[in-house]
């Protein structure tokens, strides 16, 4: 199976370092989903959430407040501003995460419908992997 070497990075260090299937990035001009074999680009991210496919079928989720991707065949490399993993192996931890990741959107972001989005795309996905 071929797959994507992907890395989200802050100015804090690496938030994530893996190889994946696909992820699924928040563009400027809307979400968009990287594959391997995907086209060279550089595209500016906005507030929203990384919607990441493992090699096992699960699914990972960085919330970013905005930043930049450089996508090529075989690679991804997201340099963000700021980003929260969520993650956890508690639903007390899931939730201090999910907490995190609507203040770092809230925080980048003054589109209620772009909040709700994100919110609700974090939420889903959270619940999925409980």
Not at 61 to 80: M, Y
Request: net charge negative; hydrophobic share 40%; proline share 2%.
């Amino acid at each position: 199976m071929e797959t994507l070497k992907l890395e989200v990075v802050t100015p804090e260090g690496l938030i994530f370092s893996n190889n994946v299937k696909d992820v699924t990035l928040p563009g400027s001009e809307g979400e968009f989903g990287v594959y391997p074999g995907h086209a060279s680009l550089v595209s500016l991210l906005q507030a929203g959430v990384i919607d990441i496919e493992l090699e096992n079928g699960k699914h990972e989720v960085v919330a970013i407040n905005w930043g930049h991707a450089k996508v090529d065949e075989s690679s991804v490399t997201v340099l963000a501003d700021g980003a929260v993993s969520i993650a956890g192996d508690s639903e007390s931890e899931i939730a201090n995460s999910l907490e995190n990741a609507r203040k770092l959107i809230e925080s980048m972001s003054d589109s209620d419908v772009a909040i709700a989005t994100a919110t609700a795309k974090i939420e889903s996905i959270a619940r999925s992997r409980r």
